[in-house]
């Protein structure tokens, strides 16, 4: 057993870090929060970055993405910058629409975000009436009247606004229900008529936009239909295995980077005439959180060398997920509490990180639903 990362991986880590501490410095942070954005030349110059041969963004052999190399970039890439950014979905969102369409379907897509690092579409699957319970949706298409409509509410759709094609999750009901109902993914144009986008106002994550869209009457075209590999919900969960690594990854590289501030300021604050470093209860504060990220890399790591391997299993991924942002969020909030009353503010990003973790508790399945999904595998595996 080798716990450290190859020297590939390593170099891969330096190029992102090299990247990341010149394009996000605080101040530049601060101005994509308040725009809710990153500005094109950053996204196109991560996409022009040299990932070393490892299929970070392009499938390397044409076979598959890997894992570890994604998690790795995302997890630094959070680090560096200390906030929730658009790569994580870009990556997970990308992979469903290849994972959905047909060979060669929709190639402007790839080459779009290979080349300019925007994906041009936001993908749609959450609903105001349910989005633990994803096979519950109620977003259809269907034919009346020998037109094919697609009807329903969509949120957290995360660019809506902005993107020029939603890719929308809907039940077939022209399809027959099997064991699960019958799932189809479609990219719309954004600009079809009975399509209507409203933003949603979160209080973290606030570079990434994200809107609830509704469906009115809105007439499909057969060529918007992915028609690629049709396994349905459980092939979409299997992608969600994937989402819970990324979300996991960032808000591990969060942790991360309030770690490093909380560290740096205990080494400079001094009070009664000390580093505040100095006092017991401060450096019991920083021995909990070191411990809780050295498992929170742990667990990230093994499950990303895992789903590379093809043998990720589904209780190592929501034991990782029902951990992770929690432990994050409290590294986070142990970290504001170090800066004392600066903690609190604005002026310090560990307020905005911890508000960056705490959405990890809900994004992609909430610490609730992970219990849900453990429980009876961990009374299988003790049976
Ligand atoms: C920061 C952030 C980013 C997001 N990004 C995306 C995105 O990119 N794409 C997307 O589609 N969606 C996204 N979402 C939506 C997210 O996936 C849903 O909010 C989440 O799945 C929970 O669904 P819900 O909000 O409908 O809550 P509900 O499902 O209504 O749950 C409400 C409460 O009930 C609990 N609960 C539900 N079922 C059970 C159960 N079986 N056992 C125990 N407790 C249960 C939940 O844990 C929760 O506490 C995002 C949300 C956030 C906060």
Known sequence: MDFDLAPE???????VREFGEQHFTCEAVR??????????????????????????????????????????????????????????????????MEEFAGSGQFEFVRTGYQTEGRLAFALAISEPEGGSDTMSMRTSARTIDGRLVLNGTKTFVNNGEYAPYLL??????????????ALSFWLVPHDLPGIKV????????SILP????????????????????????????????????????TALGLAQAAMEDAVAYA???????????????????????????????????KNAWKLDRGCGDRLGVALMKRYVPEAATEVASDAMQIFGGRGYTRNERVSSIWQDCRGFQMAEGTDQIMVYVAAPLIMEKYA
């Open 31 to 96: 101005q994509w929060q308040h725009d809710a954005g990153l500005p094109d030349e950053v996204v196109r110059d991560f996409v022009n970055l040299d990932f070393n041969g490892f299929g970070v963004i392009h499938r390397r052999d044409h076979v598959t993405y890997d894992t570890m190399a994604q998690t790795l970039v995302l997890e630094e890439l959070a680090r560096v910058s200390g906030a929730a950014l658009p790569f994580p979905n870009d990556f997970l969102n990308l992979q469903i």
């Open 267 to 301: 080494r400079t604050r001094t009070a009664f005439g000390t580093q505040i470093a100095n006092f017991q209860q401060i450096e019991q504060m920083l021995t909990d959180m070191e411990v809780k990220l050295d498992n929170m890399r742990n667990s990230v790591c």
């Open 9 to 15: 991986y390593e170099k891969l880590i330096a190029t």
């Open 198 to 205: 409203y933003p949603v106002q979160k209080i973290g994550q």
């Open 210 to 249: 994200f809107s609830t869209v509704v469906f009115e009457n809105v007439r499909l075209d057969e060529p918007y239909r992915l028609h690629g590999k049709q396994a349905g919900f459980p092939q979409l969960f299997h992608l969600f295995e994937i989402g819970r690594l990324f979300s996991c990854a």
């Open 168 to 181: 929308v999750a809907a039940i077939d009901r022209d399809a027959s229900t099997g064991k699960h109902p």
